[in-house]
């Protein structure tokens, strides 16, 4: 269902109140507008595994600011699963501490979800650092420069990506979720 329609009331409100947004009239915002105001500001994860599927990797803290239509995440290493004691070294070696810029943008269209319509959203990554500097070349193929596709709700304080698979990874337009994420939640800081 494509949804460039008016504003947030265009929707139903989904769970418990939450807020699906809309976005502009047009996917692409002008005179400065920023595609989605309830966004802006800090929000982060809580302490996680950092790769659930590798549990001696430590675990992650994510943060992630956003600022007009532009973004900045943190990622944070630790040792414990309160996220208290950072790790030594980190990922590869290379670093406790991961941080991605770039922009955000509305794509035409929307994903029928368990909240209903909610709208297509990418984020592309115009820089990645390891602790505050630039990746070192043997790593650079690891910390591409790319578009994640996904798809976005917000509900009060918190909001919510797609769901990533094998099938739908958010690599592309096309294997875009279409389910989300209920259980790692960004959270309004």
Request: aromatic share 10%; charged share 20%.
């Amino acid at each position: 269902m494509d949804n460039r329609g008016g504003g947030a009331g265009d929707l139903d409100a989904g769970l418990d109140g939450g807020q699906v947004l809309t976005g502009n009239e047009s996917p692409t915002p002008s005179d400065g507008a920023v595609y989605f105001p309830e966004l802006q500001g800090l929000w982060s994860r809580d302490c996680e595994y950092y790769d659930p599927d590798e549990l001696g990797d430590g675990y992650s803290l994510s943060r992630i600011t956003i600022t007009g239509n532009a973004f900045k995440t943190n990622t944070s290493i630790y040792s414990d699963s309160n996220c208290l004691t950072l790790l030594e070294r980190g990922f590869l070696q290379a670093g406790i501490s991961f941080q991605t810029a770039g922009i955000l943008s509305r794509a035409d269209g929307s994903a029928d979800t368990s909240v209903g319509s909610v709208p297509f959203f990418d984020f592309t990554t115009q820089e990645n650092t390891i602790d505050e500097e630039p990746v070192i070349a043997s790593l650079a193929n690891l910390f591409a420069v790319e578009t994640a596709y996904e798809i976005v709700y917000v509900d009060g304080r918190a909001f919510y990506l797609g769901i990533n698979s094998e099938a739908l990874d958010g690599s592309s337009p096309e294997t875009r979720s279409t389910a989300l994420d209920f259980e790692h939640p960004y959270n309004r800081r």
